[in-house]
């Protein structure tokens, strides 16, 4: 005990620089992995133009949205990925 009354910190033991734990960056969190697809999802998993797929959902060939929000498609992440391997719709 100190003559304020505080115990003084254990030598061993250093106290912690705030300098020191602004350095230190934080582990990054994992990624959530989106239940919807929008446009941008979907063209960067396929690599096909939207209007190509737009057609395409006009003709049956691609899996269609499951949601709209206004005038914006979204579509099942599985769905999409059947398809691009080859799977029927």
């Known amino acids: ?9 254990p030598a061993d033991l250093t106290p912690l620089r705030l300098a020191d734990a602004i350095d230190q960056p934080e582990a990054p969190s994992p990624a959530v992995e989106r239940l919807l697809w929008g446009w941008p999802e979907v063209l960067a998993a396929t690599g096909i133009p939207r209007r190509t797929l737009e057609r395409e959902i006009a003709a049956g060939r691609f899996p269609k949205p499951i949601r709209r929000v206004g005038r914006r498609p979204f579509f099942r992440p599985a769905d999409i990925i059947r398809w691009s391997e080859g799977g029927r719709l």
Do not use: E, K, P
Request: no cysteine.
């Open 1 to 9: 005990m100190t003559r304020l009354g505080v115990r003084a910190a």
